[in-house]
């Protein structure tokens, strides 16, 4: 098989995997981001990862096994960097409004370019550092994929989270949270990503 579609093939089991429904529009622009996002990093060194099949595993199959703990209309992704998970859940989950916050300009660069190229309609790019973001609405969902501390996302985020909303935060590790912290009750959760033999955890605080 090319190699050129082992890859496309690998994302498509993973979803199916994931058992995750995607109509073939959203498979191509899945695939087409991919390219566009090895074609960017090779220029602009947007992530670490630096093969496009790890680059299924490590970043669209990671971001969207997510996908369940994504609730509400509107969704903020904190630090998305490259878009990650924001733009593969914001295919995967069309009827939710997505909005990406990163500050610096490169990768907002490559956002803004994807989003055109793409044609998604459910997201908007926010070129700003978190401690100056002041939207004019609160967020159901607030996701991190790679934000650092627990603790500071917590406290960073907590204000523009919906009430009822949640803070979902991609981890590693289980040993981040075991105890209620800062006033919201943390849930952990193992996430399966196909072909990913590290351990990755899902943290649920509820506000």
Same mark, same amino acid.
Request: aromatic residues 6%.
């Given at each position: 098989m090319p190699q050129?579609?082992a ?6 089991q993973?979803?199916?995997?994931l058992?995750?429904? #995607?109509?073939?529009?959203?498979n191509d622009?899945? &695939?087409?981001?991919?390219?566009? /996002? =090895?074609q960017?990093?090779? +220029?602009?060194?947007?992530s ?6 790890r ?5 669209? #199959?990671?971001s969207l096994?997510?996908?369940?703990? &994504?609730?509400?209309k509107?969704? /903020? =992704?904190?630090g998305t960097? +490259? ?12 009827n939710?409004?997505f909005? #990406?916050l990163?500050?610096t300009?490169?990768k907002?660069a490559f ?5 055109f ?7 908007s ?13 609160c ?10 501390r627990?603790?500071d996302f ?5 204000h523009?989270?919906?009430e009822?909303?949640?803070l ?9 949270a075991?105890?209620?912290?800062m ?6 959760h193992p ?14 605080m509820?506000?």
């Open positions: 050129s579609t890859w496309i093939q690998q994302l498509q993973g979803t199916k995997q058992s995750i429904n #995607l109509s073939s529009q959203q622009q899945l &695939v087409h981001y991919l390219k566009q /996002l =090895d960017w990093n090779q +220029a602009y060194n947007l670490g990862v630096k093969t496009i099949s680059m299924v595993t490590h970043h669209l #199959l990671d096994a997510v996908l369940p703990y &994504v609730t509400g509107t969704v /903020l =992704d904190v960097g +490259a878009g990650l998970p924001g733009i593969p859940l914001a295919i995967a989950l069309q939710k409004q909005t #990406l990163d500050c300009q490169k907002t956002l803004r370019h994807i989003i190229k793409l044609q998604i309609k459910n997201v790019v926010v070129k700003k550092r978190l401690n100056c973001y002041q939207p004019e609405h967020f159901d969902t607030i996701i991190c994929r790679a934000f650092g627990y603790d917590v406290g960073q985020t907590r523009l989270c919906c009822g909303g949640k979902v935060a991609m981890k590693g590790t289980s040993q981040l075991k105890q209620e912290t006033g919201l009750s943390a849930d952990i996430l399966f990503v196909p072909g990913l033999a590290a351990k990755r955890h899902v943290i649920v509820r506000r």
